[in-house]
């Protein structure tokens, strides 16, 4: 587990917004403390936004009159980075060349990607960009903008320019990279390594089946697909641990203005014609500490998705959160609870976050309590090798049969594996702990029952204790009255004063900057 008290990673949020202002839409820049700011050590995630909020930040810390440069500076979010211009402009287009190496996009929505294709065309370097998102994204772009009539083709493919370079995500990762904690993960830029999921942004409200994952470019790993390889099953609070179950206020708003089942896209006839807008989720790991964030694009709940696709986020998430690898959230909130269901368009409001944080929460009971068996049983191991050793050194007796030596199964008492864990249900019986891939079964499938576990490891009533929910995607309502950030946040915290999941809520503003 990493140091809690030193920060791995920076997290500078350029546009916090989901609109309609396009100076404040979907854009971060991330990097490595370790990197101290090395050329090729930020990664961006989205750009909605991107050369001219640097610009505006740096333009705000610099100090008055302006020092000779190369000077640093001292304040604001780029605080260390010693810069070689005198204006903000040129130290910011500084930053973009030479700094920022790869583009993560999480899809190819205007209000994440506008910045990333206007600044690119003006910002050539000694090496080209990459943009990095799965394979039906790429294909977006290469189709819908750089096509030469929307913009040119500047990537490397297609006899294009070649200011930019695509780099084709695994979802899931890939199996064949990394080891240990970093399996799957791939490098993007220096001190920084990241795995990709698919996750659902809504339906098409046209009834076609040409677009979505699986229309063209499949991925070659599980969760990417659309409604017409979906078969429906039952939302995880049907589990039934108690503190996750829907409160009152959430019930009623979710079923406010929900689909009648006359004209639910999953009752109807119609139901393998829809398709599903595809975004993404990054989980971005600093290669040192192997500390990470989590920064989802746009998604909506599962309980209303057509291709629901959380679960397995979640299910990534829950070990990490119970280790405290993972210390922050990025995930959208665009609307209050007033915004009906049917009007949500592929995003998320309170009681849908809230909604998704409780399944992330019990996926972390049960990843907490897995972790709590396993060090009971190296300490069971541990105990019994010592009883062996003493063995060892007293009165020679007749010698008993080691690993290696040719004995019958039935002499040797086999060691714990987690796979072999015997619980006991609710109604007595003993059940053997199946180990099954996270992609097909939930955590919280297996039914723990009465299992004894060490005091530690019952149930927490703050399950998301220390772990930070950064609110995006707000959308501005241009109107009188309190800001919209500021309603989401009070909704949030009613919400988690009758939940107690634990876990901080902070709305992103353009120009913060987080330590994690």
Excluded at 81 to 88: C, D, E, K, V
Excluded at 393 to 414: C, G, I, Q, Y
Aim: charged share 20%.
């Amino acid at each position: 587990m990493a140091d809690q008290a030193s920060p791995s990673l920076q997290v500078i949020v350029l546009g916090a917004g989901g609109g309609p202002q396009e100076s404040n839409v979907t854009a971060f820049l991330v990097r490595s403390i370790e990197q101290d700011w090395r050329k090729g050590s930020i990664v961006a995630v989205d750009a909605g936004v991107h050369l001219s909020a640097i610009t505006r930040l740096i333009e705000e810390a610099t100090p008055s009159p302006t020092p000779s440069p190369p000077f640093t500076l001292t304040s604001g979010p780029f605080a260390g980075l010693r810069l070689p211009h005198s204006t903000a402009s040129a130290n910011a287009a500084h930053v973009t060349r030479s700094l920022v190496d790869t583009y993560l996009i999480t899809h190819p929505h205007l209000d994440h990607i506008s910045g990333f294709v206007i600044n690119t065309a003006g910002l050539p370097g000694t090496r080209p960009k990459k943009l990095a998102a799965l394979p039906s994204t790429i294909q977006a772009f290469k189709t819908h903008i750089f096509n030469n009539v929307i913009w040119p083709n500047l990537s490397d493919e297609n006899n294009g320019a070649g200011l930019l370079t695509y780099l084709r995500l695994v979802e899931g990762g890939s199996p064949a990279l990394g080891d240990g904690e970093g399996k799957g993960y791939l490098e993007v830029c220096d001190g920084l390594q990241v795995k990709t999921w698919s996750v659902s942004h809504g339906h098409c409200m046209e009834k076609h089946s040409h677009r979505g994952s699986s229309a063209s470019n499949p991925s070659t790993r599980y969760g990417s697909h659309d409604a017409s390889s979906y078969s429906y099953t039952p939302r995880r609070d049907t589990y039934g641990t108690p503190h996750i179950q829907p409160m009152s206020r959430a019930h009623s708003l979710v079923n406010q203005n929900s689909f009648t089942s006359g004209s639910s896209p999953r009752l109807s006839n119609e139901v393998e014609r829809i398709c599903v807008y595809d975004s993404s989720a990054y989980f971005i790991q600093e290669q040192t500490t192997r500390r990470e964030i989590l920064i989802f694009g746009d998604v909506e709940p599962d309980s209303v998705s057509l291709s629901p696709r959380n679960l397995h986020i979640w299910q990534e998430a829950a070990p990490k959160i119970a280790t405290g690898s993972l210390s922050a959230i990025f995930i959208e909130c665009s609307y209050d609870d007033s915004q009906s269901n049917d009007r949500l368009y592929g995003h998320l409001k309170p009681v849908f976050v809230i909604e998704e944080l409780k399944a992330l929460a019990a996926e972390v009971e049960v990843a907490r309590k897995l972790r709590a068996l396993e060090s009971k049983k190296r300490k069971r191991v541990s105990i019994s090798e010592e009883g062996r050793d003493r063995g060892r050194n007293s009165v020679p007796r007749k010698s008993a049969p080691t690993v290696e030596d040719p004995v019958s199964p039935k002499s040797l008492k086999p060691s714990m594996r987690a796979t072999d864990v015997v619980m006991k249900t609710t109604d007595g019986t003993d059940t053997p702990h199946i180990a099954t891939p996270t992609e097909e079964l939930s955590l919280h499938d297996t039914n723990f029952g009465a299992m004894t576990l060490p005091p530690a490891a019952t149930s927490s009533p703050r399950p998301l204790r220390g772990l930070k929910v950064v609110i995006i995607h707000v959308k501005e309502n241009l109107s009188d009255g309190p800001a919209p950030g500021d309603v989401i946040l009070k909704q949030l915290e009613e919400y988690e004063e009758e939940a107690q999941l634990g876990c901080e809520f902070v709305i992103s503003k353009s120009g913060q900057s987080f330590y994690l």
